[in-house]
C-alpha cells in the first residue's frame, strides 16, 4: 500500500494556483458588473427573478447536504465501511456550502443587511428565514464534526451526539431548502409536498459524485495511492449505493414528469413540455447526466473500475446542475397572471456575470478544498478500519 | 381605522391605460416597473373570439403570500395603514422571494436590464441614494413604506397612493374624485380614469361606495383560489384571467 495524497504535492500547489487565479478574476469580473450595472448585468427580471446564481446557489448547498448525510452512514448509522471518506466529506460539504454562500451573497440586493435585519425582526413565518437558521446550524455542526475527526474521536460519545446534531440539522436544512419551492403554490411547477424526498436524493447523488470525484483527485486518480478500506468501499458498498440513489432520483424525475405531463393545467404541462423536454440541453443532462451514470452503476463488471467511477461522477455533477437550473428556472417560465397576454414562455439565458458567479462559486471550492487537502489530513480513518479492511480484504455492501 | 379598497368595473374600464400613465407619473416609476398596468388577453376562438383587457394594480391582499415568505418583514400590511402592503426598502435585502410568492405578478425589482433604450438610469444618473434622480420628481419620500424612487437592490410596489391617501380627512369613507374635498387624496389611478370606472373607499363602512358596488354588482376578486383574498375587487362581465396558451405550434 502506497498513500499519497498528490496535492500535498507540486501538483496540489498547481491546481490552487489555478483555482485561486480562476476565483479572482471570476469574482473581479462579476464584482465590476455588479458595481457598474448593478442586477442590470443579470439577464433575469421581474417576471423571471431567480436565475442561475439561485440555481447554483441551490446545487452547492444540496450537494453540501447530501455529503453531510453521506457522512451521517458511518458516524450516526454505523455503515463503518464508509469510514474512510467520511473526513473528506464532511470537509467538502462545508467548503460546498462556503461556495454556494458565496454565490449567493453576490446574488442578492443587499447581502450585509441580511446579517441583521433577519436576527431582529425574526420573521418565522418566512421558510428562507429557517434557511438561514438551518444552514447556520449546519455549518458550526460540520465545523464541530471535523474538530471531533481532526483529534481522532470517531467512536466517542459526544461524536456520536454531534453526528445525529449533524444529521438533523442536514436534513432540515435541506428540507426546507426544498418547501422554499415546494409550499408556493401560485408556481404549480414547483408545488410538491414531496419535493423534500427528491431533494434528499438529488443532494445524496451530487454529494457522492462530488465526494468520488475529489478522492480520486486527491488519490492522483490511481487506486494504488488508496487504503485498502478505501479501495474496498469504492470496490463494494459506494457503487452499489450511488446506483440506489440514482434510481430513485430517476423514479422521482419519471413521477414528475409523468404526472406534470398528465395534467391540463398549462402551468406545469407546457413548461415540461415546451421548456424541459423541448430542450437539448434537458434531455442531454437527463439522459447522459442521470440515465446513463445509472445504467454504468448498475453493470457490476463496469461499475468498480477507475475509468467509470471518474466519469460517473463528472457526468453527474453537470446533470444534475442541469437539473437545478432546469428546475429553477422552469417553475417561472410561465409569465404569471399574463394569460393569453403572452405568447411564449419567458426566455432566459444566463449572462456572462451570471456564468461567472457560478465559475466563481466552483474555483472557490477547488481552492478551499486544496487548502483542506494540504493543511489537513482529510485521508483519515479511525485505525481498526484499517485493520479491519486489510484483514477482510474489503467490505460488504449495505447500500 | 379603515380598510381602504378599489372597485375596477370592467365593463366601464376602455383599456386606455390612462391609469398607468397617471401611477408612473406619481410614482416616478421606470417603463417596465408597471405598479399599475392594463393586460390585454384574448379568450376563445372565432366566432366566439373576445378581446378582454384587465388593469391591474398590487390587490393588497387580505392574506399577502409576499408578506409570509419575506425573510426580514421588510415587506409588511399595515392595518395601520387601511390594510396597504408596503415594501420597507432600509429592510429589503432584494431575496425577491416575494416576486415569487405574489400569484398577480405586481412586484418590481426594478434593478434589472432596462425595458427601453435609452437607459433613463443612465440619463438621469442617481443621486441621494436612489436608483435614479429624474429632475423632476414627486416631493413624497417614505423609504419605510416603499414610496418615491426606490434604492437599488429592493422591491417596488403599488401603494395604494398611501402618499395621498393617507392625508384624507380621518373618518372619509369615500374617497371619489367627484367629491371636492377629497379630490386631492384620491389615488392617482382612480382619479385620473376618464370613464370613472375605478373607485376607492372604506371595505369596513357598510354604507361605502364599494361595498355597495361590490354587493349590487357583484363584485369577484380574481384568482380567488388562491387564498389570498384581493382587497381590489372587478365588476361587470369578464372579471377573469384567460389560462396561459402557448402558441400554436407551425
Ligand atoms: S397582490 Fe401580490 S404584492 Fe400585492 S399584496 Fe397580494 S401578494 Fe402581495
Ligand atoms: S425581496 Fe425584499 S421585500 Fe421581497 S421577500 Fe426579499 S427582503 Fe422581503
Known sequence: ?399 | MAKWGMVIDLDKCTGCQACTTACAMENNTLPGESWQDVLYYHEGTYPSAQMKWLPRPCMQCENPSCVHVCPTRATYKDMDAGGIVFVDWDKCIGCKYCMIACPYGVRFYADEKPLLEPDLREIFPSSNGQLWSPPYQNPEQDWKRGIGIQPPGVVSKCTFCYHKVSKAPAGTVDLDEDIAEVKEYVPACVRTCPPKARFFGDLDQPTSQVNQLIGDKHGVRLKDHTGNKPQVYYLGAGAGVPAFEPKPRS
Do not use: C
Open chain 1, 1 to 399: 500500500m502506497n498513500q499519497q495524497n498528490i496535492l500535498k504535492g507540486p501538483a496540489g500547489l498547481g491546481l490552487l494556483v489555478l483555482s485561486a487565479i480562476v476565483l479572482v478574476a471570476s469574482f473581479g469580473y462579476a464584482f465590476m458588473s455588479l458595481s457598474s450595472q448593478g442586477h442590470a448585468s443579470f439577464n433575469t427580471s421581474s417576471t423571471l427573478p431567480w436565475g442561475q446564481p439561485i440555481a447554483t446557489y441551490l446545487y452547492f448547498a444540496l450537494a453540501s447536504s447530501g455529503l453531510g448525510m453521506i457522512a451521517s452512514l458511518p458516524l450516526v448509522f454505523g455503515f463503518k465501511q464508509f469510514y474512510p471518506v467520511v473526513k473528506r466529506a464532511i470537509f467538502l460539504a462545508f467548503v460546498i456550502l462556503i461556495s454556494g454562500m458565496a454565490v449567493l451573497a453576490m446574488e442578492l440586493g443587499h447581502v450585509f443587511r441580511m446579517i441583521w435585519v433577519i436576527p431582529f425582526n425574526l420573521q418565522i413565518q418566512s421558510a428562507m428565514f429557517w434557511m438561514g437558521v438551518f444552514y447556520v446550524a449546519d455549518l458550526i455542526f460540520l465545523l464541530w464534526k471535523l474538530q471531533k475527526l481532526e483529534n481522532g474521536e470517531w467512536d466517542s460519545k459526544t461524536s456520536k451526539q454531534v453526528g445525529i446534531g449533524s444529521f438533523l440539522a442536514v436534513l432540515l436544512a435541506s428540507g426546507n431548502l426544498a418547501l422554499i419551492f415546494g409550499m408556493m403554490s401560485m408556481r404549480p411547477f414547483w408545488f410538491d409536498g414531496l419535493l423534500p424526498i427528491y431533494f434528499y436524493l438529488t443532494a445524496v447523488a451530487s454529494g457522492l459524485a462530488a465526494l468520488v470525484f475529489f478522492t480520486y483527485l486527491a488519490n492522483g486518480f490511481s487506486r494504488d495511492n488508496m487504503s485498502a478500506s478505501l479501495q474496498g468501499l469504492l470496490d463494494g458498498a459506494l457503487p452499489k449505493f450511488f446506483a440506489a440513489v440514482l434510481g430513485g432520483t430517476l423514479l422521482f424525475i419519471a413521477v414528475r414528469a409523468i404526472t406534470g405531463l398528465y395534467t391540463n393545467n398549462p402551468e406545469i404541462y407546457v413548461v415540461w413540455r415546451d421548456y424541459l423536454f423541448a430542450s437539448s440541453t434537458y434531455q442531454a443532462s437527463l439522459w447522459i447526466g442521470i440515465v446513463l451514470p445509472f445504467v454504468l452503476m448498475m453493470m457490476a463488471s463496469v461499475r468498480t473500475s477507475t475509468g467509470t467511477q471518474v466519469l460517473v461522477s463528472i457526468l453527474v455533477f453537470a446533470g444534475l446542475f442541469a437539473e437545478r437550473f432546469f428546475f429553477v428556472v422552469g417553475g417561472q417560465v410561465v409569465p404569471l397572471f399574463k394569460g393569453t397576454w403572452e405568447w411564449s414562455l419567458i426566455q432566459y439565458t444566463p449572462s456572462a456575470t451570471e456564468w461567472s458567479l457560478t465559475l466563481m462559486g466552483s474555483a472557490l471550492l477547488f481552492t478551499l478544498y486544496v487548502l483542506g487537502e494540504r493543511m489537513l489530513n482529510l485521508s483519515a480513518e479511525p485505525p481498526v478500519t484499517v485493520g479491519q479492511a486489510s484483514t477482510s480484504g474489503g467490505v460488504a455492501a449495505h447500500a
